[in-house]
């Protein structure tokens, strides 16, 4: 079964920002900001890209937040103003989730 997951990231060094924002798309995840990615995964591959993740940043400076949520709570998102940075994210992409 798959869920929904957000991935949240501030990584200060550029490289290791790049290879996380890398393995986001690599695991068929949609870039919505800069630093936000959105997608569904699986159970085993959330905890993969956990690990990706985890070996990429510098665990002293940089954070990276996993949020997985179920198809019900996600409904419950509510997006303020411009929500989404149209630069990344098109309705096409936006209707997959919402």
């Known amino acids: 079964m798959s869920v929904l997951v957000w991935i949240i990231y501030d990584i200060v060094e550029n490289k290791p920002r790049a290879k996380v924002a890398k393995a986001c798309k690599k695991f068929g995840l949609q870039r919505v900001q800069k630093s936000v990615f959105l997608g569904k995964l699986d159970h085993n591959r959330f905890d993969e890209l956990k690990e990706a993740c985890n070996e990429l940043i510098d665990e002293a400076t940089d954070s990276v937040y ?23 994210v098109n309705d096409e992409i936006l209707a997959k989730f919402f």
């Open 66 to 88: 996993l949020f997985p949520f179920c198809q019900e709570d996600f409904r419950n998102v509510k997006v303020l103003g411009q929500g989404f940075d149209r630069k990344y």
